[in-house]
């Protein structure tokens, strides 16, 4: 027992032993390190220089590209609509929801019973109407010839008492002779005037007769009209819209029928921000005829279809905002009425112009170009237009130059960069180096 606890002091006073000695050799290591430290002359700090993409700044013609969203309209939609009440006897052959017509086809009839009998009512006043007029007529004719009879007999009256007055005179006739002739004159002027009159009322009859006909014949056109009326026809070419209509459906006046659509008259409307409406008119205020491309999303394709911009809202809607603008599609297949698509839209184009990545254009309106000695220098410059990923610049001060393609906090004025140009990138990747 004695001899094992003398062994393990032995063995604790060989380990003190140790690592006192590992503690002397690691301060002269560090004693002797420090010495030759502090011979060796102060070095400098190295500069960084970072990798960075370049582009150069070519001056080029650009179109830029108005980008909204819209909706597909057509140009001609008719509402149908009963013309009168009655019961749907029959529809027109092909006629349901979705269905082509072609102008003059019939949609449909009516039961043009009640039409037809107030129709034949009609004409046979208009008859009664034409057979009083020529009743009347004939009157007329025979008053007229009633007044040239009874002028001529007072004519002869007239000339019997010039005679009587003459003998008279002559000492021939007596008085009481020429007083039977002037009441015998007299007589015959009261029968003119009475024949006068009566041709008088028989002229007014006439006028009442032909106006009895003009009322009746308006009359029978109303019928006819209300006849034609039992029977409704497609204006013009088109599809059908809404149709739910039956034989022996009973209509009321004006009902809603559906709609009758032309398919080849579309157009799109869409809205744009008064700025961008503010570019695509000319000096003197009117909307440009520019070119349109209107494309409908359709299982991972796209259907296309060209037009040209024709007009523009004439107000702003209540709680809208910018502007509504129209344009006529000329060939859109596949298109409908309601589809929702994107339109883009070519303004004017600008002779020249600097398109660049959106990463080199800088919150504060510069970007960083290429200087002497591979350092960079921030250029103020004047945005035209962003265009998807690209930034439209005026080339002012910047043609030709090459401007860092990706900017980054690490990157600004004054620092030095190792440039990476299109022709180099496959061999060149961009990272971050040290250098001298």
Do not use: C, W
């Not at 080029?60 to 009963?82: D, K, M, Q």
């Not at 002779?177 to 009566?198: H, K, N, P, Y």
Request: charged fraction near 25%.
């Amino acid at each position: 027992m004695r001899f094992f606890r003398r062994s393990l002091v032995g063995l604790l006073i060989l380990a003190v032993t140790i690592g006192l000695l590992a503690m002397a050799g690691q301060t002269l290591r560090n004693a002797f390190e420090a010495r030759s430290a502090g011979n060796r002359p102060a070095q400098p700090p190295r500069e960084r220089v970072f990798s960075a993409n370049m582009i150069t700044a070519e001056v080029v013609p650009f179109t830029p590209v108005l980008t909204a969203f819209g909706e597909i309209r057509s140009r001609r939609t008719l509402e149908l609509r009963a013309p009168r009440a009655g019961t749907v006897v029959a529809l027109g052959e092909g006629v349901e929801d979705g269905a082509r017509v072609t102008k003059g086809q019939l949609l449909l009839r009516l039961d043009p019973a009640d039409a037809t009998a107030t129709r034949d009512l009609a004409q046979s006043d208009m008859d009664r109407a034409r057979a009083e007029l020529i009743e009347a007529e004939r009157a007329l004719l025979l008053s007229r010839d009633d007044v040239a009879a009874a002028r001529a007999q007072a004519d002869l009256r007239e000339q019997a008492l010039i005679r009587q007055q003459d003998l008279e005179t002559r000492g021939v006739g007596s008085a009481s002779a020429v007083e039977t002739a002037a009441l015998a004159a007299s007589s015959a002027d009261q029968a003119v005037l009475a024949r006068r009159s009566a041709l008088a009322q028989a002229e007014a009859r006439v006028d009442q007769a032909k106006t009895a006909l003009s009322r009746q014949a308006i009359t029978l056109a109303e019928a006819e009209r209300a006849l034609r009326e039992t029977e409704l026809f497609a204006e013009f070419d088109g599809k059908l819209s809404g149709i739910t209509t039956v034989p022996g459906r009973i209509l009321g006046s004006n009902e809603r029928l559906g709609d009758l659509i032309d398919p080849d008259a579309l157009e799109v409307a869409f809205r744009t921000s008064t700025a961008q409406f503010s570019r695509l008119l000319d000096d003197k205020g009117t909307l440009i005829t520019a070119n349109v491309t209107a494309a409908l999303a359709a299982s991972g394709a796209e259907l296309l279809a060209n037009g040209v911009l024709t007009r523009a809202g004439a107000a702003v809607g209540e709680g809208q905002t910018g502007r509504l603008v129209y344009a006529t599609l000329t060939h859109a297949p596949g298109f409908r009425p309601g589809d929702f698509v994107t339109v883009r839209v070519a303004e004017p184009k600008i002779p020249a112009a600097i398109a660049l990545p959106a990463t080199a254009y800088g919150a504060d309106g510069t970007v960083l170009a290429l200087g002497p000695d591979d350092r960079l220098q921030s250029l103020p410059v004047q945005l035209l237009r962003r265009q998807n990923d690209l930034v439209i610049l005026a080339p002012d001060g910047l043609a030709g130059r090459e401007v860092v393609r990706e900017r980054s906090p690490l990157l600004g004025a004054g620092i030095k960069v190792n440039p990476i140009r299109p022709e180099a990138a496959s061999s060149a990747p961009t990272i971050e180096r040290m250098g001298g």
